[in-house]
């Protein structure tokens, strides 16, 4: 069975070392500042959003506060994977806006020593805006691609989702407030463990 996972800050970590949330898209693994990251989320229903930017995969209800999903395969410009049992939305806060980025799995929690962060060559960079990425860390056989997820969104773009959530938590709940049976209503988040 699984669970939510809470991410909690760990300052027992030396200052020489990242710790890094792990995940997976389009065949590649990603690695993000665990600090940029709330919470780790099971896939259930995401409500679409009729004429939303192409990456916008809709909205979640999260204990009640309405989430806009991003689908970062999208974002990053691969092409978009069928959801599964692995996949996850990892819960951020930019600028004050909560927002869920789609991913194919999250592996988990590692530490990295900073001096193993190289500069992002220049064939991820090809691929990928290297405006999204921080670098490239090494772990072994193992290599990371360093993303920067207050980044991957312009300013913008997020009080644009920041207007889009609060507009839905708004509607969500006076219509709630009016029929509690309305099929307009987000259906409450199942929240499980990883």
């Avoid at 389009?26 to 690695?31: A, D, L, N, T, Y």
């Avoid at 939303?52 to 970062?72: S, T």
């Avoid at 999208?74 to 996949?87: A, N, P, V, Y």
């Avoid at 001096?115 to 921080?134: F, G, Q, R």
Wanted: hydrophobic residues 40%; charged residues 25%.
């Amino acid at each position: 069975m699984f669970e939510e996972t809470v991410i909690k800050e760990d300052s027992t970590l030396p200052k020489e070392s990242l710790q890094l949330v792990v995940f997976e898209l389009s065949g590649e693994e990603f690695g993000v500042d665990i600090m940029q990251v709330s919470e780790i989320i099971p896939v259930s229903k995401i409500t679409r959003v009729p004429q939303a930017p192409e990456c916008v995969k809709g909205l979640i209800n999260l204990r009640g506060k309405i989430i806009v999903v991003i689908d970062l395969n999208r974002r990053l410009g691969f092409s978009s994977k069928e959801r599964d049992s692995l996949s996850r939305i990892i819960i951020v806060e930019v600028r004050d806006t909560m927002i869920g980025m789609l991913v194919n799995s999250v592996s988990g929690v590692l530490k990295l020593p900073i001096s193993s962060v190289e500069p992002t060559p220049d064939m991820i960079k090809s691929k990928i805006n290297a405006e999204y990425l921080t670098g490239v860390g090494k772990k072994g056989n193992r290599l990371l691609i360093l993303l920067n997820l207050a980044r991957v969104l312009g300013e913008e773009e997020i009080d644009e989702l920041s207007q889009l959530s609060s507009s839905s938590s708004s509607s969500s709940s006076s219509s709630s407030s009016s029929s509690s049976s309305s099929s307009d209503q987000l259906p409450e988040e199942n929240i499980y463990m990883l």
